[in-house]
Structure formats: structure tokens, C-alpha cells
């Protein structure tokens, strides 16, 4: 099996001094880019993108918003130009998969769908994520045209597995969280390789999307080489709460604040093991509270009042 992991693009891997996708394929294999979403980049772009990174370097492409979002992946002239005019980029960036994303609102057609991908050449397998059908089944005849046309079920394996079967696996991974504020635990990691093993493809594309998509993708990739996640922070308990707070909280805040905002965050336990901040934010009373140390001492004494 081949496995590629990576993230949901290369803008915010800024190394000082550095090119951003040059910097981003010296940590990571994969890159799943999302600015097709949004632009298209002119040919020589995507050339220059394939010349900037090393010859094993992988890469997937999205579509632009109009075929998903404009034509609701209908077999309209302007989503047979569109899907050719990705074809193209995906050819020059010799992608493994180009990615189709529905909202929630496009219920995909099975006969348009097919007849789209019937009149476009396409260098790669195409990944659909239907929004619409997000944590149940897909409809039998929705499933049965991406099987005939190996198109990848592009799903959270946080959340579930694939539903369909292909030559390509693909993971969208968002998290538990709203949108996608998320950070995953070891134990959610080891939950995403297992449904990653067990589609029965010969590879696997894992796209991280969270807004800790950089850390995530590295711990799960250490996690792929060695069987074991390096820590989510540098200290144990409540220091380890400490230090994600002191990064990123603003001060002064409340016990609902900090949960909303943070509680999503992973913490290393004393004992080992890892959870989410909320978890241990839970004990906190209302509030509020001046910085992070203040936060870990009031927990401190809420469980020494506990023992007593």
C-alpha cells in the first residue's frame, strides 16, 4: 500500500527566509492544493509548482468552486470545461487524485456525474466529497456510478470510513470539532490509520484540514514510521494546559471562553496518554481568570480540594 500524507496546502508553512512550498516538501510527501478552489493558476504556475518540490513529491488538486458549487457537478458545458481545464493542471502536476467537494446543500446526480466524467480526459481518479451525505450512506445509485468510474468516497476517517470501494482511499480529515477547529489525539491518529488500512485500496491519501493541519500531519506521519506519536506539547497535566494556553488564550477570559476557543486543543496527561483541553476545563469555576498559570493553579486547587 502507499500511503501520502500531508496537508490542505502550503500558505501558512512559513519558514523565514524560505519558498513556502519548498520548505513544506522537505516535511511532508503530499500536499492536497485548495487554492484551485478559488483561482486558477496559469499553467506555467503549476509547472513551476511540480519544479519546486523533489521528483517523489505528491500532489492532489481541487476543483474550482464553479463545478461543485456553481454547476452542482451536473454535465453542463461550462462543468465539462471546467473539470478539463483541472484535468490539465492535475496532468502538469502528475496529481494522484483531483478533488471534488459538494456542500451540503448539492445533492450529486449519478447519471449527470457519470456523463460529466465520460467527456473529459482525466490523468488521475477523482475524490468526491458529498457534504450533503456527511456521517451516513450514500444512495445506491450514487455509490454504484463511483465505483464503475473508481471514484474515490473522500470522507473524515476521524468520522467514517469509506463507503465505497476504489483504487485510491481518500481522507479528508477535519476532526470532531465545528468547521475545522480540531486537534487529534494519538488515539484519534491510530483510529484514522486503522479505517485508512482497512478500505482494501492499493493507496491511501491522508489530507489534514484542522487548524493545527501542519502538527497533526507531523505526528501522524511519525506515528506511520514508528508506531508512536511524538507528545502534543513539551510538559505533562496541568503544565502541558498551561502551555497551550499561554500560546494562544487571551487573557482576561472565562471557564466558557477558554472551552470554546481552546478546549479542542491536545494535552499530555501525567501518566501518559493524551486528551482534549475541554476535558480538564471542565473543572474550572466561571471565572474569569488573568493568564494560563492562573488557570493551572486554580485547577490544582479544585483537585486538592477533591482529595481532602
Known amino acids: 500500500m502507499n500511503e501520502f500524507i500531508g496537508a ?12 513556502r512550498l519548498a520548505a513544506y516538501a522537505t516535511a511532508f510527501p503530499f500536499v492536497e492544493v485548495n487554492a484551485t478552489f478559488y483561482m ?9 509548482w511540480r519544479k519546486r518540490v523533489p521528483a517523489g513529491f505528491q500532489f492532489a488538486i481541487r476543483t474550482h468552486r464553479e ?49 460529466l466524467l465520460a467527456t473529459v480526459d482525466l490523468p488521475c481518479p477523482v475524490a468526491l466529497e458529498a457534504r450533503h451525505f456527511r456521517d451516513r450512506e450514500l444512495p445506491a445509485p450514487l455509490a454504484a456510478a463511483m465505483e464503475d468510474n473508481d471514484v ?23 476532526g470532531l470539532g465545528d468547521g475545522n477547529r480540531w486537534e487529534f489525539t494519538t488515539d484519534e491518529l491510530a483510529v484514522i490509520r486503522e479505517r485508512g488500512d482497512t478500505m482494501g485500496a492499493s493507496r491511501v491519501a491522508y489530507a ?21 506519536a511524538p507528545p502534543a506539547t513539551r510538559h505533562r497535566g496541568l503544565r502541558s494546559l498551561e502551555e497551550v494556553l499561554s500560546a494562544d488564550a487571551r487573557f ?19 501518566e501518559g496518554g493524551e486528551s482534549h483541553a475541554r ?30
Open 8 to 19: 490542505g496546502g502550503w500558505d501558512y508553512f512559513d519558514v523565514p527566509g524560505a519558498d
Open 40 to 48: 486558477w493558476p496559469d499553467p506555467p504556475s503549476a509547472t513551476a
Open 67 to 115: 463545478l461543485t458549487h456553481l454547476h452542482r457537478l451536473r454535465a453542463t458545458p461550462g462543468a465539462r470545461s471546467s473539470l478539463a481545464r483541472t484535468a490539465k493542471l492535475a496532468k502538469r502536476l502528475r496529481a494522484i487524485a483531483i478533488v471534488a467537494e459538494t456542500p451540503a446543500s448539492v445533492v450529486p446526480d449519478a447519471r449527470e456525474f457519470t456523463d
Open 152 to 174: 474515490a468516497d473522500a470522507v473524515d476517517f476521524s468520522r467514517q470510513s469509506s463507503r465505497t470501494e476504489s483504487t485510491l482511499a481518500y481522507g479528508r480529515l477535519f
Open 208 to 228: 489534514f484540514h484542522g487548524v493545527r493541519m501542519y502538527k497533526d500531519a507531523g505526528r501522524f506521519l511519525t506515528y506511520i514510521r514508528t508506531g508512536k
Open 252 to 270: 482576561p477570559a472565562g471557564r466558557g471562553d477558554l472551552i470554546r476557543e481552546h478546549g479542542f486543543r491536545v494535552v499530555d496527561g501525567l
Open 279 to 308: 476535558d480538564l476545563l471542565l473543572d474550572l469555576p466561571a471565572g474569569p481568570f488573568r493568564s494560563a498559570t492562573e488557570v493551572a493553579q486554580r485547577l490544582t486547587n479544585e483537585a486538592l480540594a477533591r482529595a481532602r
